[in-house]
């Protein structure tokens, strides 16, 4: 099946720096990444719509400017977590759909558990 | 409005019992409704979906889902469980955006 990555895996950092997490599509070409939180009471929330060569779509309540999204290739694209918080502390995954092989279907990244001290 | 309710947070079953995880949803139109599973420490995984036809619907690992319309609802279920089902359950609604359920944690007792 299709392989979706996230680097890296945990990552731990001070309040007030960035973090950079990073989403591949490991083969198959995504126009379309979806990135998601996942909150300490375990619900999946949807942060934004990541388009290849365009802006990202936010969600509703989604600071744009503090999770930055870059889809820069059909393979890649990253959620930089700007002036990180101990609230930014959570489970983000990524997903994307591969338009050749089932067009509705998310193939899931494992993940990226963020800790912010 | 579209949403999501997976109504049970926590279910505990003994090993070999069925099992019937609840998912409701709404949404005006025809939904494309999914159900994943994630296992502690490891991504999430798509069990089955519906998008039309039979309702209902065949997955991996032995589970089925059966699509109602008059009742909104999209329930997972299970004749036997194994101890290795146990796991994270999430309900997923696919309209113009991705809206998941809270999810039903399920543990299994042997």
């Known amino acids: 099946g299709a392989v979706v990555s996230q680097h890296p895996s945990r990552v731990i950092c001070k309040s007030g720096t960035s973090v950079k997490i990073e989403c591949r599509s490991l083969?198959?070409?995504?126009?379309?990444m979806f990135w998601y939180r996942q909150f300490p009471k375990k619900s999946l929330m949807l942060m934004a719509t990541?388009?290849?060569?365009?802006?990202?779509?936010?969600e509703q309540g989604v600071e744009k400017d503090k999770f930055l999204i870059n889809h820069a290739s059909l393979t890649l694209s990253t959620l930089t977590v700007t002036s990180a918080h101990p609230e930014d502390s959570s489970f983000y995954i990524c997903?994307?759909?591969?338009?050749?092989?089932?067009?509705?279907?998310?193939?899931f990244g494992p993940g990226t558990r963020l800790t912010v001290l | 409005a579209q949403s999501v309710t997976q109504p049970d947070i926590h279910i505990t079953v003994s090993e070999g019992a069925s099992l019937e995880l609840r998912c409701n949803y709404s949404?005006?139109?025809?939904?494309?409704l999914f159900w994943y599973v994630q296992s502690p420490g490891q991504g999430l995984q798509l069990l089955l979906k519906?998008?039309?036809?039979?309702?209902l619907v065949q997955g991996i690992k032995g589970f089925e889902a059966e699509f109602k319309r008059s009742q909104s609802s999209f329930n997972l279920r299970k004749p036997s469980v194994h101890w290795s089902d146990a796991a994270e359950y999430f309900c997923?609604?696919?309209?113009?955006?991705?809206?998941f359920g809270t999810g039903t944690r399920l543990q299994v007792f042997p």
């Open positions: 990541s388009n290849e060569g365009s802006k990202a779509t936010y």
């Open positions: 083969d198959f070409q995504a126009t379309t």
């Open positions: 949404y005006g139109a025809t939904p494309y």
């Open positions: 997903s994307a759909s591969d338009p050749q092989r089932s067009p509705n279907e998310q193939f």
């Open positions: 997923l609604l696919d309209t113009d955006k991705l809206i």
């Open positions: 519906y998008f039309s036809g039979d309702t």
